[in-house]
């Protein structure tokens, strides 16, 4: 700006540094008084009545600067003596801080900031969150699944048998490492000559006799009873010895301190539990109950549920089992199926009615009984192929199918496919197995009474079945086929009275008897218990597919189509 031009002239620092002291240098040399106020002022002797100005708020002036204008005061003594006059100078106290509205506001938002945080530190130390893990488990799920409506909670189906297994007790069998083993099965010989014919020593045979004594009996055997003894390897002197009879029974005698054999029955902590459960029938049965946990031998149990109602063989693919079974287990482990106390099975056509079973022991009978409480008759004829629905009729005037003219039909054909267990319909003997002409391979069965049946097109026969055996109801024969003159798979079952055919149909196969009167009460109300615990199984969904086989990586090879007539003449051969 024009007005704070500084005219040109003597610089008054200048002419202090001529001749005059400095202003520090007179104040050095001058005491230090206390004023009024209580304040430390420098005091000037020459000048009590001069007023003392502030160092700290000097004045400024607007007015050109000139040797007049100097910034002390000058003491009346003169230029020469006393350039400047003593000054007295006033020392201020330290303003106070003040601190401004935005700075009171960030201050007051971190204190507050501060006491929340206290405050959360203290909650979480009394109320513990929750795994973290957890919590990032459940957002994670969250953000991949649909959130699912309290109103609609995800469909739960049957359960899948599980089973823990327990410790097991102390086996000779540990000894391996130490000992010689021996072991084998009885094979329906004496106890003794066949241990002894297996080496353990005549006289170690009758130690383990001792020892067992009160404990078990081996006058009686089984010929698949296991038995393993353990031998010092010097002196051949028996250390321990176990009898197997199956899972749930094993003996066990082995050597205390006192030198002599001890004999026990195992604890195997032998259990009857119960399960229910549901499974969807595939094309391969088995396999479709071994999903939800089902052991494999279940399939006879079934079987033997519908008592020639039905069959496994007859269960349709896309169809639904129900069951509440009981199975005995040792250590947990499965051993075998006791019975089933009640089972569905329901076709996948629902046009089609379920089937029920129910296991029920009353005072005069023990065994599987339908829904009204019947059972067929345990003297009676049964179906040679349980389940399998008739397709062509006895008919001495039939028109044959192939031959195109009037022949008779002298037997009842049952429709099944190939590989389904065909069975004796009542106990005989075996009078014929092998090929016979236009009736493929063919059993003939003489039964009292003078009746024979016969069984025929099966595609192959029962392992071991021979000529002159012996056999019961209900036993397996063979399989169905198409052997022979056939259009099909099936069962051609005929029957002879005394030489000639007559309808088989009127040996009342599977004919029903109904429960004694004093249980069929007690029957109704276990059944209807038992009809709400089946309904009470959820149904299963059909299982994922299993994936396809790979194709080969190397699409340059090439194959040749397989020839459908190639391997016929080994087969007829």
Partial sequence: MADSHVPEGPDPAEEVRDGAP????GLAEEPLGVGEDGRRVKEDRQLPSEPVPTAAAPRVSTAPRGPSTASTTHSPRGEADTPRGLEVMRLDPPAEPVISPRMTAVFGGLFGLATVASIVALLIQIFPVRDQRGVAAQATDTSDTPAQSDEAPEKKGPKKRERKLLPSPWRVAELKDTHRIVRGTMKREAFVTRLQDDGVPKGEVYRILKAMEGVKNFDRTGRNDEYIVALERSSRKVAAFEYVVSPTEIYQAKTGDD?????????MKVGHEEFATAFYIGPDFVKSYQRVGLEEGLTAEINAAFNGRTSTEAFEEGGVVRLIVVETTALGAFVRYDHIKAIEYRPPDPSKEPVRAYYFEGSGTKGYVDEKGRKPSARGWRSPCPGAPVTSHFNPKR????LNRVMPHNGTDFGAPSGTPVYAAYRGEVTL??????SGNLVLIDHPGGIQTGYAHLSRFAPGLKRGQKVGTRQLIGYVGSTGRSTGPH????????????????LKLDALTLLPIDDRGAFMAQKQLLDQALESIPLPE???PEPEPEAPEDDDVATEPEDPESGNEADEA
């Fill in 399 to 402: 028109m044959h199918p192939v």
């Fill in 491 to 506: 069962l051609h079952f005929s029957a002879k009275r005394d030489g000639k055919f007559f309808n088989a149909l009127e």
């Fill in 259 to 267: 030198g002599l054999l001890k004999g026990e029955r195992l604890d």
């Fill in 22 to 25: 400095s202003p520090d240098e």
């Fill in 433 to 438: 197995v092998g090929p016979h002409g236009a």
């Fill in 542 to 544: 059909p299982p994922a």
